[in-house]
């Protein structure tokens, strides 16, 4: 079992930056793929980035291509640096983790993840 909680959001200007943290706890971390979900108000969960637990290999969504990095320590910490902030950005930001052999895999849906945090609000105001 892993758990995971979601920390670092917060209320930012148009063009601001913000550092997600996600926290994993419980089991060994390693073979863990992370990513990073968002959900707006009335709008389905979305992929925003992905990591294969070897931290080799990421995945974004198109609309923060060039704008948010993720990343993991050794530790049981995944991170998402989140610059250039727009309005659209505005969200519930999840982190999940799912469990690979593969070090090189990266996961974009929603189904595929075992894990979720809480989430954390993430608010930019224009």
């Known amino acids: 079992q892993v758990q995971l909680v979601e920390s670092g959001g917060g209320l930012v200007q148009a063009g601001g930056s913000l550092r997600l943290s996600c926290a994993a706890s419980?089991?060994?971390?390693?073979?863990?793929?992370m990513g990073w979900f968002r959900q707006a108000p009335g709008k389905e969960r979305e992929f925003v980035a992905a990591i294969s637990w070897s931290g080799g290999y990421t995945h974004y969504a198109d609309s923060v291509k060039g704008r948010f990095t993720i990343s993991r320590d050794n530790a049981k910490n995944t991170f998402l640096q989140m610059n250039s902030l727009k309005p659209e950005d505005t969200a519930v930001y999840y982190c999940?983790?799912?469990?690979?052999?593969?070090?090189?895999?990266?996961?974009?849906?929603?189904?595929?993840?075992?894990?979720w945090g809480q989430g954390t609000q993430v608010t930019v105001s224009s």
């Open positions: 419980g089991r060994t971390f390693s073979n863990y793929a």
């Open positions: 999940a983790a799912d469990y690979r052999v593969d070090h090189s895999m990266v996961i974009v849906t929603t189904a595929a993840y075992d894990y």
